[in-house]
């Protein structure tokens, strides 16, 4: 401004300065005959003249001056257009920075009312708002980092919360843990438990404590959000270091391998319809509000196995959902399936050869080894299971506004591959050949020898249903929860992964009946300290049977005589060793027990310690089926955040849990006899330190 008032002032000045110049207007009353006027008039006196050099200075010097003032005014046009941008810049900055504030207000009201994980969350996310909002009225009064020198130090010290790349916000996050676990009866496990193994009293190892310490649950994590649109495109990343790989040890190096843990993409549309696709949380998984990924709520606790009768898994899924409103919301979800197997004495076909080969057949098979050119783990004992259907799941969630309810079901349907030919076999061979000899043969042609004859494909549907609830209390500081699953074949759902089936003796399959339920307790006491408490368990009904058939061949090589008749001399003289011919000896049992928990199954030997039989393999007891019926958890804990703002998160916490397992009782086959129950106990404590990134 002040610029334009001098250059006008010049302009004004050099204006006066002509009309001064010039001359003026002979007044009316002058007279109109020139001589006569000049006859009366005084001579005037002669201007002084100006050189032609003077008036050339002159106008070189208003020249000048003018040329000055228009490039003073170009310059000045120049910046005007140059700040216009940077206020037109800095005014989409703001509008950016106020949708993303009002993403982040709704998203720190939602998770105000979640665990104390989500509830710190809140806390930055608040911080966060009030950063982007100083930040929006920055550009609005300082344009440049020229007109406040102090401002543009600030901001790279605080840095930006989102990336911006090419239209999209890509937010990291994760933490940074350092953690131990201690347990009264060893597992040889990581952070992590495997609740179905604590062991009973004839395990070695369980004769003694362990403590374990690891950084291998800290996790990083990407999340890329834009939009076309109204269309909400959304995508996660999320991994840990709780893989394992063939060479992994804790001897030196610890290398443990990078482990997936989420990995999707979604699309959201305006109407409340998302796809979502990847490997993410079941939609078995309970959620805070509504149904939404990065919205599940998940026990507080360190064991990164959770709690038993917690439901999930992290696998792929499709999902579709409808939010149709802020209280009711629907999904389907097809997710990956998987078969989990249990039991034992199943039908088997055993030949002894004479230098000791061994020959096993088996009626039917539900999963294969990996295949390592397969991408698939080969050294998985468990194999992966020859899949017919995917798992289906469906949902409804309800939020009345006085609490969270879900509603779900699953269906599976699980598939073998069943040889009825398997297990034949005649004692017709035995030595000397019985009378009447026993003779098991195919059912499809009669034949006593072993053969994929009449191998046919079995499929057993399977499902449950779940619901749940979830209630606030005391300003929204208190949130207590149930859930409860029941159903056949669920039990992989299951923190204590239970199995899902077991076999008949003819090599079908049987869904065993499962039920888990959990139980929590979370207080917000303040921003700095969480407080929880569960209690969950998992049970697994009989699927016992008899009439498991078994076939065993011993054959026996011959063994020539000595001594006699024109036989080789015996090793002492005078004695006589009569030859005898190969024989082949055939036992066959078509009244055998089996299947999952049976009520004749041995658990004598599992209280026994026996030998280990090397400086690695401890003694893994003796007899004992060990069928888990029932296993329970109650575990508390609290976390207290050190720091919590700009810098991130710093906290502690500490866990404890108390486990008890029970097995399916078992009389070793005698009914008459007192059947021995195994009952194998643990207590738990974990602490963990974590750094979460801002």
């Not at 490039?71 to 920075?97: G, P, Y």
């Not at 131990?180 to 992590?192: F, G, Y």
């Not at 929860?481 to 076999?503: C, E, F, H, W």
Request: net charge neutral; hydrophobic share 35%.
């Amino acid at each position: 401004m002040k610029k334009l008032a001098s250059l006008a002032l010049s302009l004004f000045l050099t204006i006066g300065t002509a009309f001064a110049d010039s001359p003026k207007d002979s007044p009316k009353d002058a007279p109109k005959d020139a001589a006569a006027a000049a006859k009366t008039a005084h001579p005037a006196k002669p201007a002084a003249a100006k050189t032609s050099a003077e008036i050339a200075a002159e106008v070189e010097e208003l020249r000048q001056t003018l040329q000055a003032q228009q490039e003073e005014l170009q310059l000045l046009k120049e910046e005007l257009a140059k700040r216009d941008k940077q206020i037109e810049e800095a005014r989409e900055t703001a509008a950016s920075a106020n949708a993303r504030a009002s993403e982040a207000t709704v998203k720190a009201s939602e998770a105000a009312t979640t665990s104390a994980e989500v509830k710190s969350t809140t806390t930055a996310l608040n911080s966060t708002v009030s950063s982007l909002a100083a930040s929006n009225a920055a550009p609005a009064v300082n344009t440049s980092s020229a007109s406040n020198p102090q401002a543009q130090p600030a901001n790279e010290e605080k840095g930006p919360t989102t990336i911006r790349f090419k239209g999209i916000n890509i937010t990291p996050g994760g933490f940074i843990a350092a953690e131990t676990v201690n347990r009264t009866h060893a597992l040889s496990s990581d952070i992590n438990t495997p609740f179905n193994s604590i062991p009973f009293g004839g395990n070695s190892t369980g004769r003694l404590s362990e403590m374990n310490f690891t950084a291998r649950q800290s996790r990083l994590s990407l999340l890329a959000e834009s939009k076309i649109g109204s269309t909400k495109l959304t995508g996660y990343y999320e991994a840990d270091w709780l893989g394992t790989g063939v060479t992994s040890n804790n001897r030196e190096s610890n290398s443990y391998v990078f482990r997936q843990r989420q990995i999707w993409g979604q699309v959201g549309l305006e109407d409340g319809l998302t796809f979502s696709a990847g490997q993410t949380w079941s939609l078995a998984t309970e959620n805070i509000k509504g149904i939404a990924l990065r919205q599940e709520w998940i026990p507080l606790v360190i064991d990164s196995q959770y709690v038993v009768g917690f439901n999930w898994e992290r696998q792929y899924a499709f999902r579709v959902t409808k939010t149709f409103s802020d209280q009711v919301a629907a999904a389907i979800s097809v997710e990956e399936p998987q078969t989990t197997f249990g039991g034992r004495g199943f039908s088997t076909y055993t030949n002894t050869s004479a230098i000791g080969a061994v020959t096993t057949f088996q009626n039917f098979f539900a999963f294969a080894p990996g295949s390592g050119g397969g991408l698939y783990n080969f050294v998985d004992t468990t194999g992966y299971s020859p899949n017919k259907l995917p798992d289906f799941i469906v949902k409804l969630a309800v939020d009345p506004g006085f609490g969270h309810y879900e509603v779900f079901g699953i269906a599976s349907d699980f598939r073998n591959r069943v040889y009825p030919c398997a297990v034949v076999g005649t004692t017709a061979k035995n030595f000397p050949t019985p009378a009447t000899p026993t003779v098991l043969g195919c059912p499809v042609n009669d034949s006593t020898t072993p053969s994929a004859a009449g191998a046919y494909n079995d499929s057993r549907f399977a499902g449950g249903l779940g619901v749940s609830a979830k209630l606030q209390f005391a300003a929204k500081k208190l949130d207590i929860g149930a859930k409860v699953l029941a159903g056949d074949g669920i039990g992989r759902y299951g923190s204590a992964q239970l199995p899902d089936n077991t076999a008949r003796p003819d090599g079908t399959l049987a869904p065993i009946k499962g039920l888990s339920y959990l139980g929590r307790i979370e207080y917000h006491a303040t921003p700095k300290w969480d407080f929880y408490a569960y209690y969950g368990g998992e049970y697994a009904s009989r699927a016992g049977y008899t009439g498991y058939s078994s076939v065993k061949i011993v054959n026996t090589p011959a063994i020539p005589g000595c001594g006699d008749v024109g036989q080789q001399p015996c090793s002492a003289v005078g004695t006589i060793q009569p030859s005898y011919p190969a024989l082949t000896t055939t036992t066959i049992a078509t009244n055998g027990i089996g299947g999952y928990g049976s009520p004749y199954a041995n658990n004598t030997g599992c209280a026994l310690e026996v030998p280990p039989s090397a400086t690695g393999a401890p003694g893994a007891g003796g007899a004992c089926a060990g069928d888990t019926r029932y296993i329970y958890e109650a575990t508390f804990g609290f976390w207290n955040k050190i720091y919590q703002g700009e810098k991130g998160r710093i906290q502690w916490g500490l866990q404890y849990s108390y486990f008890s397992r029970y097995s399916w009782s078992g009389s070793n086959g005698i009914s008459s006899a007192t059947s021995f129950t195994p009952h194998a106990v643990d207590n738990m404590i974990w602490t963990s330190f974590r750094y979460y990134l801002p």
